[in-house]
């Protein structure tokens, strides 16, 4: 069993402070922000009672999305780069649809 322990802590200490530079922090920035979508929509939720996705969900989805498709690219990985590609795509194409909408209301 300690055997085990030393070995999680050696992974640990490999994985999260041997690696640690300023792209694995850009990487949690970009996740903390890409969270926060989730938050927001949450307190969104809560306080009107019902399912609702305000405007900063979108915009927390763009930073954080944007942020992690850089960490992506700079660390090669396709899977994820194809997954933050997709999503920006969405994430812009929402903020697309709030935007017509507030203007046609305007106009109307």
Same mark, same amino acid.
């Given at each position: !069993?300690?055997? !085990?322990?030393?070995?999680l802590g050696g992974w640990l200490h490999a994985v999260f402070v041997q690696?640690?530079?300023?792209?694995?922090?850009l990487g949690f920035a970009a996740q903390i922000l890409f969270t926060m979508r989730f938050v927001v929509q949450w307190v969104a939720s809560e306080?009107? @009672? @019902?399912?609702?996705?305000?405007?900063?969900?979108?915009t927390f989805s763009i930073?954080?999305?944007a942020l992690l498709l850089v960490y992506a690219?700079?660390?090669?990985?396709?899977?994820?780069?194809?997954g933050q590609a997709g999503g920006l795509?969405?994430?812009? @194409?929402n903020v697309?649809?709030?935007r017509r909408?507030?203007?046609?209301?305007a106009v109307g």
């Open positions: !069993m300690v055997d !085990m322990f030393n070995a690696q640690l530079d300023w792209w694995v922090l306080r009107a @009672r @019902r399912s609702v996705v305000p405007a900063a969900f979108w930073l954080g999305g690219i700079y660390r090669k990985d396709p899977v994820f780069i194809a795509f969405i994430y812009f @194409r697309w649809f709030i909408e507030k203007r046609e209301a």
